[in-house]
Nanobody, 129 residues
């Protein structure tokens, strides 16, 4: 079973940037979809960015133009570059990889299943106004 480990979270001021990394314990080539999810306090876990085997990417509307997802199969790493952070971006961020998918509202369409695939433990991002 592949394990995922996130890093790069922290506390920043509004308008600043962070880069999250997610390293896999073994090859990620087989995963059709990799994605970043976030979960705010008392909220559901939702996808914010997804990247597919063909290299295409999708983002939830609230982060378009500010977040960029990328993956490096050679280093088994998924990234999320987050620019112009806002207080509403405060959440625990999780990376996920899946051979399957489920549909989500909000612009992502297809992303890893909440009850399937492989998930990391999460990294906290806090943005102060």
């Amino acid at each position: 079973q592949v394990k995922l480990a996130e890093s790069g979270g922290g506390s920043v001021q509004s308008g600043e940037s962070l880069r999250l990394s997610c390293v896999a314990s073994s090859y990620i080539h087989k995963y059709n979809i990799m994605a970043w999810f976030r979960q705010g306090a008392g909220e559901q876990r939702v996808p914010v960015a997804a990247i597919y085997q063909d290299g295409s990417r999708k983002y939830v509307d609230s982060v378009k133009g500010r977040f960029t997802i990328s993956r490096d199969n050679a280093t088994r790493t998924l990234y999320l570059q987050m620019n112009n952070l806002k207080p509403e971006d405060t959440a625990i961020y999780f990376c996920a990889a899946d051979e399957g998918s489920q549909w989500y509202r909000g612009g992502i369409d297809w992303a890893p299943r909440l009850n399937g695939g492989v998930w990391g433990q999460g990294t906290q991002v806090s943005v102060a106004s």
